[in-house]
């Protein structure tokens, strides 16, 4: 079966950088588009990125132009997220997401890892 | 940017209830809508996609309809397992963006 498990969060300073990864398992990686999603606490949920299944195609929310880049190895079948210059409003619980085979036009995120918090604070 | 608007941010109803739960979109997305359901401290699953499309595995108690600006998300015969928060999300245009959340609770 499908599973996504990220790891990598943790407390960081501002203006410090951290990496996330989410390794993948139970499907043809290299198949899907990929995406990052996350939740501040207690609040609703943001896309942050997605990358294509080749790596080439890559989109981001504006907040996170120039400090985020969503990377991908297809042959480790893991995707990640570089997350330079945090700030404050970074805080968030980060969810890999797969998105899933429903037509050009369609984005559907069909599975989700559990997620990993990053804290940005002094 | 598209907005997303649900509604009620909140609601409280008895098993067996009928809930429903509404989004409007800021412009036309066409069905490009999907909705998700995120109990405490999990992470989010995905119920309905092209609006009204079930997901496979997804039980049929959950249903959606509406194009262009607005939505609606049905929970027939509401079940205890049913308490969680629900998410709009469009994919019409970047970024996608998610509406606020509808938390549903049990009266």
């Known amino acids: 079966q499908v599973h996504l498990v990220e790891s990598g969060g943790g407390l960081v300073k501002p203006g410090g950088s951290l990496r996330l990864s989410c390794a993948a398992s139970g499907f043809t990686f290299s198949d899907y588009y990929m995406s990052w999603i996350r939740q501040a606490p207690g609040k609703g949920l943001e896309w942050v990125s997605y990358i294509s299944s080749s790596g080439l195609n890559i989109h981001y929310v504006d907040s996170v132009k120039g400090r985020f880049t969503i990377s991908r190895d297809n042959a480790k079948n893991s995707l990640y997220l570089q997350m330079n210059s945090l700030r404050a409003e970074d805080t968030a619980v980060y969810y890999c997401?797969?998105?899933?085979?429903?037509?050009?036009?369609?984005?559907?995120?069909?599975?989700w890892g559990q997620g990993t918090l990053v804290t940005v604070s002094s | 940017d598209i907005q997303m608007t649900q509604s009620p941010s909140s609601l409280s109803a008895s098993v067996g209830d009928r809930v429903t739960i509404a989004c409007q979109a800021s412009q036309d997305i066409s069905n490009y809508l999907s909705w998700y359901q995120q109990k405490p401290g999990k992470a989010p699953k995905l119920l309905i996609y092209g609006a009204s499309n079930l997901e496979t595995g997804v039980p049929s108690r959950f249903t959606g309809s509406g194009s262009g600006t607005d939505f609606i998300f049905i929970i027939s015969s509401l079940q205890p397992e049913d308490i969680a928060s629900y998410y709009c999300q469009q994919y019409d245009n970047l970024p996608l963006t998610f509406g606020g959340g509808t938390k549903v609770e049990m009266k």
């Open positions: 997401a797969r998105v899933g085979h429903c037509g050009d036009d369609c984005t559907k995120f069909d599975y």
